[in-house]
């Protein structure tokens, strides 16, 4: 038994016209661009009024569809096949006229998760995440355990699979699933996917030739080095809005020229979450030995009330900080570029200046 939208789909073939010609008018009110090469079919109809029914129909579906531009085209994934969506041609009537829409090349759903440039596949049993998907950025995560939990069997589109924490059984029993519910295109499109695998990882002998007959090259997960970060004492911040005044504190001492092209991070460490301790931290990846030392030296002598300590061994994989953007030389000066992440490290660089750039301030 069919509903719904599945129904009317089947209507439009049914031999009573009038059926038809009724499914047809409900398919544009509808307007799914699933309907439309059903209705680019029933166009074509021996029956005039039928087929009459299904062109009009099928303009109003088309007037409906979402529009896209050129350069969203190639960022955008089927929300429920997460594969990649490209233009549909369909033919109206016996007329040379072509409708070209926008949808998924397997479902023909117009629905969209927009800006993906990539999608990694995560083997991951550390992370415990209900949802199959993590948009990050521009990056869609897939979580395949997840994703076989809920049942999702069909191929999708990805390109990097990173094996993170598993067992050797987890990745083969993973592994075979992934290839099994595979298409052939798929398949052939592995061969150019390159697999990061994390240095403390097992692998089958299966595996290992798996990855080496059926993906691209085979890459160990580089290990993150431990971040810098400055230790705030909340309760000296005072308890609205901490963040900005943290960062304030920092651009007041540190200067963001020797900081070009760190990325910043910040949050209440995992103490402070759990209720241990009460510090926020304003964290660096990426400064070099000297700098972090400096920064180190000046903050130790800066009196600031709020300021704890500096530490250089903070692992991102444990703190739960987000990043809050990258220090950036621009044509004027310096700026702290957020596009990646934003937060409250701009904020305070603009009031350690009196809400002046800071390149104007110190000359
Ligand atoms: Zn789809």
Redesign the pocket.
């Known amino acids: 038994m069919t509903f719904g939208h599945d129904k009317l789909i089947n209507d439009l073939k049914d031999r009573d016209w009038e059926t038809q010609r009724n499914a047809a008018n409900d398919l544009a009110a509808i307007g799914d661009s699933r309907a439309v090469e059903p209705l680019a079919e029933a166009s074509r109809c021996m029956n005039g009024d039928v087929g009459k029914a299904a062109a009009e129909a099928l303009l109003l579906v088309f007037e409906r569809l979402p529009k896209i531009s050129i350069e969203r085209r190639a960022s955008i994934l089927?929300a429920?096949?997460l594969?990649r969506c490209a233009e549909m041609k369909v033919q109206v009537g016996f007329s040379p006229i072509f409708l070209y829409y926008f949808a998924?090349p397997?479902?023909r759903?117009a629905s969209f998760i927009d800006n993906v440039n990539k999608v990694v596949i995560v083997l991951d049993n550390s992370t415990c995440l209900d949802e199959t998907y993590v948009h990050d950025g521009s990056t869609l995560v897939v979580n395949l355990h997840a994703r076989f939990v809920y049942g999702r069997l069909t191929p999708f589109d990805f390109d990097e699979i990173r094996i993170v924490k598993e067992t050797v059984r987890e990745i083969d029993d993973l592994m075979a699933l992934l290839w099994k519910y595979m298409d052939d295109e798929h398949r052939n499109r592995c061969k150019t996917i390159p697999v990061y695998v994390s240095p403390t990882v097992q692998l089958s002998q299966w595996a290992r030739d798996m990855f080496r007959d059926a993906f691209g090259e085979m890459r160990a997960i580089p290990v993150m080095p431990p971040t810098f970060a400055i230790v705030f004492d909340i309760a000296k911040l005072g308890s609205n809005a901490y963040g900005p005044k943290a960062w304030e504190a920092v651009w007041r001492n540190c200067s963001p020229r020797e900081a070009i092209g760190a990325a910043l991070f910040e949050g209440d460490s995992a103490a402070t979450l759990q209720g241990m301790e009460n510090v926020y931290l304003c964290a660096f990846r990426g400064l070099d030995p000297g700098t972090q030392r400096r920064f180190e030296n000046i903050m130790n002598g800066s009196g600031s009330g709020a300021y704890l300590r500096c530490d250089s061994s903070i692992h991102l994989a444990t703190e739960p900080l987000r990043m809050c953007g990258v220090v950036i030389r621009t044509p004027t000066g310096i700026d702290i570029d957020e596009s990646a992440g934003a937060g409250w490290a701009k904020a305070g660089l603009n009031t350690a200046n009196g809400g002046r750039k800071w390149w104007q301030f110190r000359k």
């Open positions: 089927c429920v096949c594969c998924c397997k479902c759903r």
